[in-house]
């Protein structure tokens, strides 16, 4: 498995592709700083988010939180098609004046209060939405660049308006209780962008409960809790992907290439690169170049 890292955003504010084709297997888990919404037209596989399995399967409509762990895992064949958006809540902001009302429901959403985030649409909803994204998708295609994150903006409200009326049904019960976990939520967000601004470097689990004001040990539980994985494994993952794009580059040696993806020690990045791809960085970088 691996933690997946998603090409550039467009304009760092959004990112969006229409029934993307996948023909090969795809298995891993992730957090992102934005919103996103992922709506599966074809295959079967399963999704892990809040700790609880669902089946992935046509028609799944998936909503996730910022920086809300969630795993993925799709059986190929047969082939894997989905939408994906992504947006930052830098987008929302805009229009919080002006539509209130789903303003407040937007807000509550990035709370961490909303229960449901996997829904099985029924055949109508699943057309209407296929459709919005449809022309969602024509519209980023013939509109000037300086206009599209108005059209992602614009798409985000009525996809929320249409979302709310008719797809959540709310659970007064369920969402009292998710409350409890909110504090949680918000503090795994905290400790992933710790990570990212100091993956470059070496650091310690001290290091960053001294600068998150919190236990070593209440930090490494929680994370685990929520995560399934330790806060080093998931660090190592990071860097591990980052390793793989360094090894692009001619120019740095191995050793280089263990410094800037924050590995202390040459050797200890050695071995972990040929444990996880079978191959050392030496001879990853071999293969790359045939």
């Known amino acids: 498995m691996k933690i997946h890292n998603a090409i550039p955003w467009q304009d ?28 599966v037209h074809e295959g ?5 988010i809040n700790n609880q399995l669902y089946p992935l399967k046509p028609s799944t409509l998936i909503l996730v939180k910022p920086f809300q762990m969630h795993e993925i895992k799709v059986q190929v064949p047969p082939s894997y098609t989905r939408t994906l958006l992504k947006i930052k809540g830098s987008v929302m902001e805009r229009f919080m004046t002006v539509l209130p009302q789903l303003a407040s429901v937007f807000a ?5 209060r909303q229960p449901s985030q996997v829904f099985y649409l029924a055949p109508a909803d699943a057309s209407y939405l296929e459709e919005q994204f449809r022309q ?10 300086h206009l599209r994150m108005d059209a992602v ?14 797809i959540y049904v709310p ?3 369920h969402e009292t209780q998710m409350l409890g976990h909110a504090g949680q939520a918000e503090i795994i967000g905290r400790i992933v962008k710790w990570i990212d601004r100091h993956l470059n470097q070496s650091f310690t689990l001290h290091d960053l409960a001294a600068e998150l004001h919190f236990s070593p040990n209440y930090l490494s539980k929680t994370f685990k809790e929520q995560m399934g994985v330790s806060i080093t494994a998931y660090a190592n993952e990071q860097r591990m992907e980052q390793a793989k794009m360094l090894l692009a580059d001619p120019s740095l040696t191995v050793e280089d290439v263990s410094r800037r993806a924050g590995f202390k020690y040459p050797s200890y990045f050695i071995s972990l690169f040929k444990a996880k791809y079978g191959l050392t960085p030496r ?6 170049e045939k």
């Open 12 to 39: 760092n504010l959004y990112l969006f592709h229409f029934r993307s084709v996948h023909t090969s297997p795809i298995e891993y888990f992730h957090a992102h700083e934005g919103l996103e919404i992922l709506f």
């Open 44 to 48: 079967v596989g399963r999704y892990v």
């Open 108 to 112: 509550l959403f990035l709370e961490h």
């Open 136 to 145: 969602l998708s024509h519209t980023l295609a013939i509109v000037p660049p």
């Open 153 to 166: 903006t614009l798409f985000s409200f009525q996809f929320f308006e249409y979302f709310v009326s008719r």
């Open 171 to 173: 659970d007064s019960m």
């Open 283 to 288: 001879r990853y970088r071999m293969s790359m």
